[in-house]
T-cell receptor, first 114, second 111 residues
Framework: NAGVTQTPKFRVLKTGQSMTLLCAQDMNHEYMYWYRQDPGMGLRLIHYSVGEGTTAKGEVPDGYNVSRLKKQNFLLGLESAAPSQTSVYFC?????????????FGPGTRLTVL | SQKIEQNSEALNIQEGKTATLTCNYTNYSPAYLQWYRQDPGRGPVFLLLIRENEKEKRKERLKVTFDTTLKQSLFHITASQPADSATYLCASSRGSYIPTFGRGTSLIVHP
């Protein structure tokens, strides 16, 4: 099992550019999450999904969109990147209700917006 | 909303000693408290979970306690090694699938 994988690992964007971060998991998990991690701020939830075709806003959703068209994939989109979106992005997954609640994290995507 | 507080100052200890990290929560008592380890440039990795009706949980050299009176969880690493150096995150959850993470405490174990 590859677990949770994220693509790309690094990316540099210019202000106003768009991009999509891909998260894939091969554990048949129901729940998936996107976090951003900034120095001194800890992990902050951007969006999450409790199943294929569902998405919901987290703590800091502005400037981001997500889609969960397939159970194993969770995409995070930046339509018009801003320097404030420079961060490390982590995807995580866990089994659904009644399953283990611990999250499995991907290796992260380091994004710089100039 | 729930807040999770972890000591922002790094904890420096000597190899072989016991490291103790603190996680304090405000507001409601979580149903679960989780501890994760994060190495530089990597994603967090789950270590231990303790439920609100449990006082203590152990796994090898790791021990977690949960004190609902003090609104606190303690994370202990006994016989610490330089390889234990990392940032340790605490997360709480109750009745939902959205955990609240603390900012983490950096542990540095000196040989």
């Amino acid at each position: 099992n590859a677990g949770v994988t994220q693509t790309p690992k690094f990316r540099v964007l210019k202000t106003g550019q768009s991009m999509t971060l891909l998260c894939a998991q091969d554990m048949n998990h129901e729940y998936m999450y996107w976090y951003r991690q900034d120095p001194g701020m800890g992990l902050r939830l951007i969006h999450y999904s409790v199943g294929e075709g569902t998405t919901a806003k987290g703590e800091v959703p502005d400037g981001y969109n997500v889609s969960r068209l397939k159970k194993q994939n969770f995409l995070l989109g930046l339509e018009s990147a801003a320097p404030s979106q420079t961060s490390v992005y982590f995807c995580a997954s866990r089994p659904g209700a009644g399953g283990h609640i611990e999250q499995f994290f991907g290796p992260g995507t380091r994004l710089t917006v100039l | 909303s729930q807040k999770i507080e972890q000591n922002s100052e790094a904890l420096n200890i000597q190899e072989g000693k016991t490291a103790t990290l603190t996680c304090n929560y405000t507001n409601y008592s979580p149903a679960y408290l989780q501890w994760y380890r994060q190495d530089p440039g990597r994603g967090p990795v789950f270590l231990l979970l303790i439920r609100e009706n449990e006082k203590e949980k152990r796994k090898e050299r790791l021990k977690v306690t949960f004190d609902t009176t003090l609104k606190q969880s303690l994370f202990h690493i006994t016989a610490s090694q330089p390889a234990d150096s990392a940032t340790y995150l605490c997360a709480s959850s109750r009745g939902s699938y959205i955990p609240t993470f603390g900012r983490g405490t950096s542990l540095i174990v000196h040989p």
